[in-house]
């Protein structure tokens, strides 16, 4: 996909209007599609690493990368969402895997976990995560959680 840019921010080096358009598309896919209930915005935001992806000026996917001992001791991938008019074209991967590399930067020789839901593994197993645990339900949705163990 041509013209596709990502950006590293932490929350408060985003402009209001990137902010806006992330709260928006997590409202959309995790409110309106997924029908979670759960307030999205939460404390975890101040603490994280937020990656987007335009495409022409467009948030064509995001995710969040949680300082390590803010949600669990290793750094944590969360929200990672890719919206509708830009799924099925391999972003997703594309986003996780820089994602990975960022925390393999930033947090040398930790693990990272996250949160998956259960009908996700496969695409997580793919990128070096592991299930640890049961499956659980979050918010009505069977979730599982999944390590990835660091590179070195």
């Given amino acids: 996909m041509n013209n596709l840019e990502f950006h590293w921010n932490r929350l408060e080096t985003l402009s209001t209007h990137a902010y806006h358009a992330i709260m928006v598309a997590r409202q959309t896919v995790f409110v309106e599609e997924q029908q979670i209930c ?3 915005a939460d404390h975890h935001d101040t603490h994280c690493w937020h990656l987007t992806a335009l495409h022409d000026g467009n948030l064509a996917a995001y995710l969040r990368v949680v300082d390590p ?3 669990y001791p290793e750094p944590a991938i969360g929200r990672v969402l890719t919206t509708q008019a830009y799924r099925r074209l391999g972003l997703g ?3 996780m895997q820089i994602a990975i590399a960022h925390i393999a930067t930033q947090y040398p020789a930790q693990a990272i976990r996250i949160s998956a839901q259960s009908y996700l593994q496969p695409f997580y197993e ?8 049961d499956a659980y339900l979050e ?5 599982i959680e999944m ?3 660091s590179n070195t």
């Fill in 69 to 71: 001992g803010e949600k």
């Fill in 126 to 133: 793919n990128l070096g995560f592991a299930t640890v645990g």
């Fill in 93 to 95: 991967k594309h986003i």
């Fill in 139 to 143: 918010e009505g949705i069977l979730h």
């Fill in 147 to 149: 390590l990835r163990p």
């Fill in 38 to 40: 759960c307030v999205d």
